[in-house]
């Protein structure tokens, strides 16, 4: 998912995606997504704390769009939620790369997928009991689905829970949606039918748009979350001033790894203030965390790594900053043009602009490391080999640039107004002008970057991006981004920014993708291919893969980072 | 603003304080003006700021490239630089514990990075003497464009009258319904994201062109110097000299250019300064918006925006261009003013009636 908010319900809206890529694409979100902890991280903390107190943290703005689980796709709004309310499956609540692994929430085990993949049965855990009191039933569960369609514009129900049987009819026709065929219902027992068999319909039931909800929640957006299962209850939702929840005192701890009981009383986020302010509240102690959401300026980091080393937490996070090569328009329909640019980029040099070597790692390939099939590979380096990035190579550049006649073009150079990526657009323009193109710089507003470079109406030649895993499948980033499926043209919603299509590319990427359902360690060595095969035609110039900073107060013991959810809001102790 | 308050006198002699009428009787009037102004100490040293700003600012490239020794314009973020002998990165690792953030180098008070580097390891001190290269081009040629502009349509409205001055003056009135800078954005979002920039037969102009903010500047500023204007010449138009003219069968533009125009040139020669400084501050507005001068070209206003994220690490990357655009505009207030003294001493009297009335 992109990291900008905007689009997600625009998105959703259109169903632009419908199944267009191989079964897994996504729409762009907002902030965040998958990650990898690291739990030795220097600053981290593992000392668990006692129960009680609030949790203040702190954000620019609301999450965007509207507050309803199955609408909503923001990571800032994710981070409550997944401890409001349950899944049938869910991401096990911990750090490191345990995090990302699946375990059985609602349900009492993972089911294993029969029927070449299409029907998945589940058995309620029983007695869990919703916050307002009522028992969770299998009925709970279909009627949650059904909503998910009736809403009507529940972002990835067009693309991923269509799978599910009669799902498809239920996008024509959301009113009128009846799941009976591919949901049903026997006492405790839930069985899952889907159309054809999808190997990541488990990780999308472990994302809030598949939390359980009470079966007469209204089919309409709601103003604040519905009663769930989790250890918190919604008390406050306020777009201009903040977002509260506190105990469930229905909750009765049932896993541990799914759903552990929450440490602190209440966990509040107070909206409104500039990053600049939350940083020194923070740092007196008025506030304990700034939402991932809100970058904290490099201005800041020396002081606070001078000052306040043991607040601070580095994480690595599931996601590649890259500038993608519009494949299909001059000067980067040609493949040494685009070569070149990869050669000559001093990805050192972005590291540093983004905060320095702590907080990135210079990056090469799309897959980003420790996502599944990921393989470290670099052939655009001066001494390439090792897989890791060293040093630019100018003269290679110069050379592929002359033989790609493509010198003397213009090149607008996109990217959006954040401080940022701004500096990375200049450092670019300056770098396409040595050698030798004229380029000019292109920077646009936040709100309308992403939506602007995905147009293909635009001809955007080469533009700022990135890509965040909504969980951890490398077909989340190679057939979303780079996927045939995934041009759209003349749309705001075409994520193959780089227009990139290659079909023998493509019928890898779609085997692997069939593959992964029965072996998921051939189907990761598929994707790998498919990455370096991807790399070698350079359509993007993947540059870092960056690491979250988490900044607590002094009083916050037991921190924790999931590469699914970030920050464990609930595992926090603030006595 | 000051600016917009000048009305001038209806003509006649105007005398300067101090000034007989013998002494004015039968003088070129802007030789006059010239003596009144070189008479005005406070006025000669605001212009000799702002010509000095100028000198300063269209030596850029001297500096740069013979003195410095730096390219502003090209990223440098890998770079070093020697620094009291010693060989020092521009942008500098943040230490402390776990060594996050990096900063770059701060002012080195010597001909290198005298002022420090920015975020992309530039020279600010080159930049903020390129930036006001910049800033003076645009803030000069919109003023310019915008009087030139205003002068013609005012003449035009206000001699011919009637519908031609109800459509004009109409007109003007739209553009000035727009609060300026909502007007100038729009247009700057539109012009900067034209994927092609702009193009008019033969002539292009690319986003990143000069051109572009200095049109956007002027064009609001239109209707600021045309009503005072349409007003001079809707006066000078009914004086003796020129019903006189129209009796002996002088042609339309004989009227309007030799009869008219120099009676109202005063005006613009007045607001002239004044303009200027108000363009400069729109110009870094709108280049602190990142709607005006495109990086990695340089303006007041983009350096500025670019300092905004090194306040607390690095502030005179802010502060630099910051005191190089109040210099600016207040040489070119007083200078203004000057002028206006010069050309209407009755001005200045009216104001200091105005101010004993109050």
Known sequence: MKRSVILATVVAATGMFVAACGGSSKSTSSSGGGGTSASSTPGADTAAGAKGGTLTTLANAAPSGSPDPQVNYTLQEWQFLIITHDGLVGFKRTSGAEGATLVPDL???????????????????????????????????????????????????????????GGDACVKTPKTCDLSKGIVVNGDQITFHLSKGDPEFLQQLALPFAFILPADTPAKHVDIPPPGTGPYKWSEYKPTSAMSVVRNPFFKEWSKDAQPAGLPDVIEQKFGLSVQAEVTQVENGQADWISNTDTIPADRLPEL????????????????????????????????????????????????????PQLATPACQVLPPNLPGYQAYCPYTANPGSGKWTAPDMAKAQQLVTESGTAGMRVKVNSDTTDVHKAVGEYFVGLLNKLGYKATPQFLSNDIQYAYIQNSKNKVQFAYSSWFADYPAPSDFLQVLLGCGSIHKNSNSSPNIAQFCNKDIQANMDKAGATASEDVNTANTMWAQADKDIADQAPWVAMFNPKQLNFVSSRVKGFQFSPQWYLLLAQVSVK | MAEFAFEPEPAGVALAP???????????????????????????????????????????????????????????????????????????????????????????????????????????????????????????????????????????????????????????????????????????????????????????????????????????????????????????????????????????????????????????????????????????????????????????????????????????????????????????????????DALDPRAKLRLKRAKVGK
Request: positive net charge; contains cysteine; hydrophobic residues 45%.
């Open chain 1, 107 to 165: 349900a009492t085990t993972l089911p294993t997928p029969t029927d070449n993949g299409r029907t998945y049965q589940f058995t309620l855990r029983p007695g869990i009991k919703f916050s307002n009191g009522k028992v969770v039933t299998g009925q709970d569960v279909k009627a949650t689905f059904e909503r998910l369609f009736k809403i009507g514009d529940s972002p990835n129900a067009g693309t991923w829970y269509n799978a599910i049987e």
């Open chain 2, 18 to 340: 101090g000034e007989t009428a013998r002494e004015v009787a039968g003088k070129n009037p802007w030789l006059l003006a010239g003596r009144r102004l070189a008479r005005n100490r406070v006025a000669l040293a605001a212009l000799a700021l702002f010509l000095a700003i100028v000198v300063v600012s269209f030596g850029a490239p001297i500096w740069a490239n013979h003195i410095a020794h730096v390219d502003p314009f090209s990223s440098n973020v890998n770079g070093t630089t020697v620094v009291d002998g010693k060989k020092v990165e521009v942008i500098q690792q943040g230490g402390g514990a776990l060594g996050i953030g990096e900063n770059p180098i701060g002012p080195t008070w010597q001909k290198n990075y005298l002022l420090g580097a920015d975020s992309q390891g530039r020279d600010v001190f080159a930049r903020v003497l390129y930036g006001g290269r910049a800033s003076l081009l645009i803030g000069v040629g919109s003023a310019l464009i915008s009087c030139i502009v205003a002068l013609l349509l005012g003449l035009v409205a206000g001699f011919f009258r009637g519908p031609v001055d109800v459509f004009i003056s109409r007109v003007m009135d739209l553009v000035w319904a727009f609060p300026i800078f909502l007007l100038a954005i729009s247009l700057a979002t539109v012009l900067l994201t034209a994927p092609d920039g702009l193009q008019w037969g033969p002539v292009r102009v690319d986003p990143a062109s000069l051109w572009i903010p200095t049109f956007i500047i002027a064009l609001v500023y239109v209707p600021y110097v045309y009503r005072p204007v349409r007003g001079q010449v809707l006066s000078v138009r009914e004086k003796e000299y020129v019903e006189a003219a129209i009796a002996q069968g002088a042609s339309t533009w004989r009227l309007i250019f030799v009869e008219i125009l120099p009676n109202v040139i005063t005006t613009i020669v007045v607001m002239l300064p004044l303009m200027i400084a108000t363009t400069i501050l729109t110009e870094s507005a709108l280049s602190f918006l990142s709607i005006g001068v495109q990086p990695p070209a340089a303006s007041w206003g983009t350096i500025i925006e670019d300092g905004q994220g090194l306040l607390y690490t690095r502030p005179w990357v802010a502060i630099a261009p910051g005191i190089m655009i109040v210099l600016t505009v207040l040489s070119l207030n007083v200078l203004g003013d000057g002028v206006r």
């Open chain 1, 305 to 356: 790594s001078r000052k306040y080393s043991k607040q601070l937490h580095v994480n690595p996070l599931l996601n590649t900053e890259y500038m993608a090569l519009n494949t299909n328009v001059p000067p980067f329909d040609n493949e040494k043009a685009r070569q070149a640019v990869n050669f000559a980029t001093d990805r050192s040099a972005i590291v540093k602009i983004y905060g320095g």
